[in-house]
T-cell receptor, first 112, second 113 residues
Framework: DTGVSQDPRHKITKRGQNVTFRCDPI?????LYWYRQTLGQGPEFLTY????????KSRLLSDRFSAERPKGSFSTLEIQRTEQGDSAMYLC??????????FGPGTRLTVT | SQQGEEDPQALSIQEGENATMNCSYK?????LQWYRQNSGRGLVHLIL?????REKHSGRLRVTLDTSKKSSSLLITASRAADTASYFC?????????????FGDGTTLTVKP
């Protein structure tokens, strides 16, 4: 399977802990996106990379959130000092030339 | 706030019937896309329609776009139980070349066998 993969698929953590998620995009795709989705709502844009450069960040991405794509391939999204409001599905997508996006299965985060 | 709004929020039909979902958006766009999401899973891209197109077909899917009304519709013909899912429209704004998409909150479609 050469689609977008995300790891882990599920993460349960206690409030105040740090968590890190990984996304592996489709290999030839130069753009990578992170979205957050809460129950009953559509995905909300968080940030995007073109190759290794992070070109845009949403205001939703507080200073507790950081994302990297060090070699222009996989990406990580870290949340520090997690809060219950961070509980959501975190979706990664990749694209070539930024039109059609291919989504991964998501990482479901539960903060207790 | 979200760019797109889908209507209705929920739709329940019998297998074999057609399902129509509508999407309205606020700002001028480059293109509009429809995605499907099965419960608790990732999104699957269904169809893209560009701002200079008015109608597009893909299998049992038909999408229309009316840029003057800032609205789009997705028609699924001859529905099947496997079509049960949430459907989202997503727009790519003219104000960015990032390709990032702004999603609505979706229509939940239930197709009863």
């Amino acid at each position: 399977d050469t689609g977008v993969s995300q790891d882990p698929r599920h993460k349960i953590t206690k409030r105040g802990q740090n968590v890190t998620f990984r996304c592996d995009p489709i290999s030839e795709h130069n753009r990578l996106y992170w979205y957050r989705q809460t129950l009953g709502q559509g995905p909300e844009f968080l940030t995007y990379f073109q190759n290794e450069a992070q070109l845009e960040k949403s205001r939703l991405l507080s200073d507790r959130f950081s994302a990297e794509r060090p070699k222009g391939s996989f990406s990580t999204l870290e949340i520090q000092r997690t809060e219950q409001g961070d509980s959501a599905m975190y979706l990664c997508a990749s694209s070539l030339r930024g039109v059609e996006q291919y989504f991964g299965p998501g990482t479901r985060l539960t903060v207790t | 706030s979200q760019q797109g709004e889908e209507d209705p929020q929920a739709l329940s039909i019998q297998e074999g019937e057609n399902a129509t979902m509508n999407c309205s958006y606020k700002t001028s766009i480059n293109n509009l896309q429809w995605y499907r999401q099965n419960s608790g899973r990732g999104l699957v891209h269904l169809i893209l329609i560009r701002s200079n197109e008015r109608e597009k077909h893909s299998g049992r899917l038909r999408v229309t776009l009316d840029t003057s009304k800032k609205s789009s519709s997705l028609l699924i013909t001859a529905s099947r139980a496997a079509d049960t899912a949430s459907y989202f429209c997503a727009t790519d704004s003219l104000n960015t070349n990032a390709g990032k998409s702004t999603f609505g909150d979706g229509t939940t479609l239930t197709v009863k066998p």
